[in-house]
């Protein structure tokens, strides 16, 4: 059985949010699921159409989100997670500086993040439980060459849930920020990275590691390696090439 009987999962479609719904559902969790792709959600609410229950909704319309959020949670009849999937990383060139990919990049990662989270941090703090979780990335630890805003925005998304954190602490409310490395998922497809994680038990470490506030690396090799890397001076880390 799953710590969690109700949950929103924002970015569910595929990838990691897509097996933490799967995962939560398996579990015994009334889970809805939340993306553009209602093809896809209805796949997975096919797999337990008793406990999946799906909902369009593109990221980029903020605005939805209160009367959306609140809609979800009646049908659900309560909340105790929610999750913030959603995230793009398009590819970037060595010398190319496109703001359009910048902007979809911000809008998806950070602002979508935000315009969730706020509705979770109100609801949760009025309950005085609940427990809200963002999707990271290791690569929000440093400010890299190759993708200078999807770092910046996955470092943006680490600062403002350490926020909430010491916000909702008092009121009892977890809030969880997880830090994944390499994972096999559709939007590193195109990385051909060795040693990736699958995306399911990426779930499984994020579902478990989500009973505990804080912020959470899914190895603790990662935990160490990146204590190494964010130590290092700016001069000798920009010739690294890491």
């Avoid at 159409?49 to 809609?71: G, I, M, S």
């Avoid at 993708?147 to 809030?175: C, D, F, I, W």
Wanted: glycine share 8%.
């Amino acid at each position: 059985m799953s710590v969690f009987t109700k949950a929103i999962v924002v970015g569910a479609s595929s990838g990691i949010g897509a097996e933490i719904a799967r995962v939560l559902a398996e579990r015994g969790c009334k889970v809805a699921v939340v993306a553009r792709r209602m093809d896809r959600l209805e796949r997975l609410r096919g797999e337990n159409p008793e406990r999946v229950f799906a909902f369009r909704h593109d990221v980029l319309c903020y605005e939805e989100v209160p009367a959306l959020f609140q809609e979800i949670t009646k049908q659900l009849g309560g909340l105790d997670l929610v999750v913030y999937a959603a995230g793009v990383m398009p590819e970037i060139g060595p010398n190319e500086y496109d703001f359009a990919k910048d902007k979809a990049i911000l809008e998806v990662n950070l602002l979508g993040c935000v315009a969730w989270m706020n509705q979770a941090a109100i609801r949760f703090e009025n309950t005085r439980s609940g427990t809200i979780v963002a999707i990271g990335s290791v690569a929000g630890d440093r400010g890299r060459a190759g993708q200078p805003v999807y770092n910046a925005s996955k470092a943006a998304v680490a600062t403002y849930m350490e926020a909430l954190r010491n916000r909702l602490a008092r009121h009892g409310v977890r809030v969880v920020t997880v830090k994944p490395g390499p994972t096999k998922t559709e939007m590193t497809e195109a990385l051909h990275q060795r040693g990736m994680m699958d995306a399911r038990t990426a779930a499984e470490i994020i579902l478990r590691k989500s009973r505990k506030t804080g912020e959470h690396y899914l190895k603790l090799s990662h935990a160490l390696a990146f204590w190494v890397v964010k130590r290092i001076p700016s001069p000798i880390f920009r010739r690294m090439k890491l």
